[in-house]
């Protein structure tokens, strides 16, 4: 349908959303880093 597809495009295309998606990527990255580091004790993240 053309309805939902223009929502999902819209979803999808403004910067801010992209923006928002990396830095949540990027924070969780960086949570596992230092969970991992702190369960297992090794310092691979910088």
């Known amino acids: 349908r053309p309805g939902r597809r223009e929502v ?6 403004p910067p801010v959303h992209s923006l928002q998606s990396t830095v949540q990527a990027s924070g969780n990255i960086f949570l596992g880093c230092i969970l991992t580091t702190i369960h297992m004790d090794a310092g691979q993240c910088s």
């Open 8 to 13: 999902h495009r819209l979803r999808l295309q």
